[in-house]
């Protein structure tokens, strides 16, 4: 399938490469190094529209598609995957929130996300990762409210001073299981709601990543979105697009260690020659490239399906599978090619490698994507 932006599209794709090559990239080995953003980086995206990208106008966001969303994250993952990945979960977290929120939710929330307020998703437990289902974090209704305790952990956008709201799936009805699971918006200063500690991360340092603790606490009904004991099929939707928005940050990272093996190549002189003029480091390139094009086609082809109201479960999950399994590869090949260098913290493709390896972990594990795509494959749906 071929892509052909239209205008609008393509100007929101070029607003993104310029900022991600003039504003990100000078300060990603610092971002890294200090395991946080600068300060000033998410309110400079919030005024050129990327927080709200997914947002209708009506809401004060740009009102853009699912294609553009995804090659907006690429721009970004090329040179910072922690900022991709920042953005993504943001804009997942938007998507719930306008697919089942309340007018109200809606002009609250959609409107604080794209002033640069962060927006996480909850549903991974200590002993509930793959098996999603196992969640033991509560929610009891008691009069106009919720008592939710429990604890969430592996939370993106959630750090000790990072994030302003979380999508909380817990269960209101737990004798119900997942039928008894919600989706509750939990403000950050909510009492009882605490996040101790940020993870000391392999990858993806600059972008937070925390356990959640809820101790009675207490949040309005007002808060749940959609109805009660739908919060498992709302995180399942959810994960369709949260999935494609990670599919995007893989491909992304390829296309970055991609553009460095190239560039390294070319520079790199050995035996009066660049290394590139070795047919063994173009075959490289070539794989590196060929797979890097596959990832992206299987990534907007699931984004263009779901902006048409089409089920993706079967494509969201190829593209995340795929594509993250290529940014390990590519990654790898790519530190190859740099050689002793590439081990160094002075080239940028040792920060790539850390950060490729994440992704075939979370919004679903590999494996988790071949259980999906199989049975989509044997029942036909």
């Not at 943001?90 to 640069?116: F, M, P, V």
């Not at 993870?199 to 949040?219: I, N, Y």
């Not at 993250?324 to 590869?329: G, I, P, T």
């Amino acid at each position: 399938m071929a892509f052909i932006l239209t205008e609008e599209q393509q100007m929101m794709v070029d607003l993104a490469r310029d900022f991600a090559r003039k504003e990100i990239a000078p300060v990603s080995e610092k971002m890294d190094r200090e395991a946080k953003f600068i300060p000033g980086l998410i309110e400079q995206m919030a005024e050129l529209g990327f927080m709200g990208i997914n947002v209708p106008e009506e809401y004060g966001g740009a009102g853009l598609d699912e294609v553009t969303k995804a090659l907006v994250i690429e721009e970004f993952a090329k040179v910072d995957a922690s900022v991709a990945e920042m953005l993504s979960v943001h804009t997942l977290s938007s998507d719930i929130i306008l697919r089942n929120g309340t007018e109200e939710q809606k002009k609250k929330y959609l409107a604080k996300a794209c002033q640069g307020c962060v927006g996480a998703f909850a549903l991974t437990e200590p002993n509930a990762g793959s098996d999603a289902a196992a969640a033991k974090t509560k929610a009891i209704a008691d009069g106009d409210d919720y008592v939710i305790n429990g604890s969430k952990c592996f939370i993106s956008n959630m750090g000790p001073d990072e994030g302003d709201y979380v999508i909380l799936i817990a269960l209101t009805e737990p004798e119900k299981k997942t039928k008894g699971m919600s989706a509750i918006i939990v403000d950050r200063d909510t009492p009882g709601f605490t996040v101790p500690k940020a993870e000391d991360k392999m990858g993806l340092r600059a972008a937070p990543v925390s356990e959640l603790v809820f101790t009675d606490c207490r949040v309005p009904k007002t808060q749940l979105l959609g109805q009660e004991g739908k919060g498992f099929a709302i995180a399942m939707a959810g994960l369709d697009g949260g999935r494609i928005g990670m599919a995007a940050q893989a491909v992304g990272v390829a296309e970055g260690a991609l553009d460095a093996a190239v560039d390294y190549s070319t520079q790199r002189i050995q035996f009066g020659k660049p290394i590139n003029a070795n047919q063994g480091i173009q075959w490289y390139l070539a794989d590196m490239a060929t797979q890097t094009e596959a990832a992206k086609a299987l990534t907007l082809n699931a984004a263009a399906l779901r902006q048409a109201g089409k089920s993706v479960n079967k494509e969201a999950a190829m593209a995340k599978y795929f594509a993250s399994e290529n940014a390990v590869k590519v990654a790898y090949q790519s530190l190859q090619i740099h050689g002793g260098y590439g081990y160094m913290k002075d080239y940028a493709i040792e920060r790539m490698y850390r950060d490729a390896r994440i992704i075939p972990l979370y919004e679903g594990t590999s494996e988790i994507q071949k259980v999906v795509i199989s049975r989509a494959v044997i029942t036909g749906k």
